[in-house]
């Protein structure tokens, strides 16, 4: 752990980092009818959120999942298109990565409050809009998480 800053952060789950870069990227796709985002727009999230891991701060990490929430809060309220599906899968994603804060010391938790009570409410109306995948669903979908 350095010295200089707390890492904590780093160590809640393994799923926003394997997770958000195509579904984000997907969610930044001025198409919405694609079935994929193009592989540049996926690595470039990609880059990003490693660049966040490994040379980011909790207060930059959290503002990205910031921007990944209003992202998905606009998909689910129609107030701008994207892929519903990586939507509910970035929501779920955020949201149960915002829950496991109330472990970490710090005010993470309290600070991301409002960004859990949008996501919920996304993630419920995702759930209840968004057509089921054609083949097997995505792994974080199944059990009622969220």
């Not at 393994?14 to 193009?38: F, G, H, N, Y």
């Not at 959120?49 to 503002?63: F, M, P």
């Not at 970490?104 to 968004?130: F, I, K």
Request: glycine share 8%; aromatic share 2%.
């Amino acid at each position: 752990m350095s010295g200089r800053r707390s890492l904590v952060w780093l160590g809640l789950t393994p799923e926003p980092e394997r997770e958000l870069p195509p579904a984000v990227a997907a969610l930044r796709t001025p198409a919405p009818d694609t079935a994929a985002p193009p592989p540049r727009t996926a690595d470039a999230e990609r880059r990003r959120v490693e660049s966040l891991i490994l040379r980011g701060s909790r207060r930059s990490w959290l503002r990205y999942l910031a921007e990944v929430t209003a992202l998905v809060t606009s998909v689910a309220d129609g107030s701008a298109p994207g892929d519903r599906r990586a939507a509910l899968l970035a929501g779920e994603v955020v949201l149960d990565h915002h829950r496991m804060l109330i472990g970490l010391p710090g005010s993470g938790y309290d600070r991301t409050a409002a960004d859990r009570r949008a996501l919920e409410q996304a993630v419920r109306a995702l759930r209840t809009t968004t057509p089921p995948a054609s083949g097997p669903e995505p792994t974080l979908t199944q059990g009622g998480r969220g």
